[in-house]
Structures are given as structure tokens and as C-alpha cells.
């Protein structure tokens, strides 16, 4: 696969400064895609600093920085804590994550991840797992596939568009991305068509790829792993990504209840760095549209 430009990831300076990088700390980035992220990390590093990447994407190897000091591990960033022991490193001076799809996985049409180009149903960052958007799509129940449009897509009419799938493949089985698209596209009105699409795709991936389960895994990681003083930065494009970092890093828990100790004190593991959450400016959104829904948070280890 050919290597493509590196994009500036979103939010690049405001996330890298949340990190408030020591220059000899270890921190990691724990969805390295195109690098954007890490090489600014590495800039702000000495000799003595480490960066590990993680990124379960084949893909990312095509931008691995040749570096000492840096490591780009091919694996989903919960395994952390297993590569952390192999590395005889206990806490790490702070995570930084971008969440959601990148630019240039919407613009693989091989992939399966856009309704804009005919490509057979995948959507997985990591090609060597088993589950496709092809399995989720053509062998859950009307109820599973209700549940995971409404949750995760946000969509109204999750039942209907549920009932068209499955009518749909009652008689050939939904292959591909424009199959996908022209079952459910009478569902949509026209001038809302392609923001729903978006929506329901996007429904889709984060099933097929356990995105909120792997997320809520990594804070935990966070929780674990980054020694106190250290920072936790995550962007996030999902309402309900958004949610579970923000009830975590306030609270400690994905529900938003302070935990309380033997005494009946309040403990939370994290102090939040930024009460309000960071958003892009106008200048940005209108170079890179995907920025318009990015949201970042950033939180210090207690």
C-alpha cells in the first residue's frame, strides 16, 4: 500500500500540550495512525523520553517514525498493560488518543468504512479480526441490529431501517457498501440523506470494531498505568465516547458516580485539567470539516 501524505490530526497542539510533556518521560500514544501525534511528541522529547505507539491497523506501519526512542507496536491499545510488562515499565508519565476513523480510512474504498464508494462491507481497523460489517449486517437479530442503529447511530427510525436489512436479506445477502446504502436509502429524507448514512455507517464500525468496550477498557488502563501527575488526553468524535471520558475523568466511573472509600470519602483517581471541554476553533473546522464534532479532554493522575 502506498504511503499517503501525513494529515495534521485534529486538535494537534491543544492535545500535545495537554500532556504537558516532560523531556526523559515515557508516554504513549495509544492510536498512532499517520504519527501526526507522535512526531509532535517526540519533538518536545530528549534521548532520555520514550514514546511507545499502539495502533491495530497494518496500515500505520507505513508511517513508523525511525527514531530511538520511539516504538510503534501493531496491536489494539488494550493491550497495553501486557506490552508495558514486556517493557519492564509500571506507569507511563501520560496517554494521549485520538478516537473514531481517520480521514484517510474514509478515503479507502477497499476498506469499507464511506457510503461513498462501492467496496464490500468491512470496516474493521484491524484486518486479521474475524467479525465484518458484512457478518454484523447479515446475521444479527431485527432486536441487535435495532439496538446497535439507535445507540450507536442516534437513529430515530432504528427500528425501520433494522426491519429493511433484514427484509433485504431475506432474499440475497447485503454485500457491499451500495447494497447497504440503496436498502435503507428510502428511509432518508434527501437533503438529510448523506448525514444519516454517516450516522448509520458509523453505527456499524463501532460495533464491529467494540470501540465504547475497548475505550472503556483504556480508561481503565489510564486509571492503572499513568503515575500520579501524569496526564490523560483524550479527543473523541462520538456523543457516547465523549460521555463515558468525561463521567470517568470527573468521576471515575463510566456512570458518573464518585466512588466512596471504607470512611465514606469521595475518591476520584483523576483531577480534570480542563472543566470545559476543548473544542475546535472556526479556523480549523473550516480546514478539516471532521474536526466540527472533535472534543477533547484532558485529565491529571491524582
Do not use: C
Not at 504513549?28 to 509532535?40: L, M, N, V, W, Y
Not at 516504538?71 to 508495558?84: A, G, K, Q, T
Not at 480510512?105 to 474493521?124: K, N, Q
Amino acid at each position: 500500500m502506498t504511503k499517503q501524505a501525513i494529515h495534521t490530526p485534529v486538535l494537534l497542539k491543544e492535545a500535545v500540550d495537554g500532556l504537558n510533556i516532560k523531556s526523559d518521560g515515557i508516554y504513549i500514544d495509544a492510536t498512532f495512525g499517520q504519527g501526526g501525534h507522535s512526531r509532535e511528541i517526540l519533538n518536545r522529547l530528549k534521548n532520555k523520553g520514550r514514546l511507545i505507539a499502539f495502533d491495530q491497523d497494518k496500515y500505520a506501519q507505513n508511517f513508523a517514525i525511525d527514531a530511538k526512542n520511539f516504538l510503534l507496536i501493531h496491536s489494539n491499545f488494550v493491550y497495553i498493560p501486557n506490552f508495558l510488562r514486556l517493557l519492564n515499565i509500571e506507569k507511563v508519565d501520560g496517554i494521549l488518543a485520538d478516537l473514531g476513523i481517520s480521514s484517510a480510512h474514509l478515503d479507502m474504498p477497499e476498506r469499507g468504512f464511506s457510503y461513498r464508494f462501492d467496496a464490500p462491507l468491512d470496516m474493521r481497523m484491524n484486518q486479521e479480526q474475524q467479525l465484518t460489517a458484512q457478518q454484523v449486517i447479515n446475521e444479527y437479530s431485527l432486536d441487535e441490529l435495532t439496538e446497535i442503529i439507535k445507540n450507536y447511530g442516534e437513529l430515530r427510525n432504528a427500528r425501520q431501517i433494522a426491519q429493511a436489512i433484514v427484509e433485504r436479506r431475506k432474499n440475497s445477502k447485503i454485500k457491499t457498501t451500495f447494497d447497504l446504502v440503496e436498502t435503507v436509502r428510502h428511509l432518508f429524507p434527501q437533503r438529510f440523506l448523506n448525514k444519516n448514512l454517516s450516522k448509520l455507517f458509523q453505527a456499524i464500525r463501532i460495533e464491529v470494531n467494540s470501540e465504547l468496550e475497548n475505550l472503556k477498557k483504556l480508561l481503565l488502563i489510564g486509571k492503572e498505568h499513568i503515575k500520579p501527575g501524569g496526564r490523560f488526553v483524550i479527543i473523541s468524535f462520538h456523543s457516547l465516547e465523549d460521555r463515558l471520558v468525561k463521567n470517568f475523568f470527573k468521576t471515575g466511573s463510566f456512570d458518573g458516580i464518585i466512588e466512596k472509600d471504607i470512611y465514606g470519602n469521595f475518591q476520584t483517581p483523576f483531577k480534570l485539567v480542563n472543566k470545559k471541554v476543548i473544542t475546535p476553533d472556526w479556523q480549523e473546522q473550516q480546514k478539516n470539516p471532521r474536526a466540527r464534532s472533535a472534543k477533547l479532554r484532558i485529565a491529571e493522575k491524582l
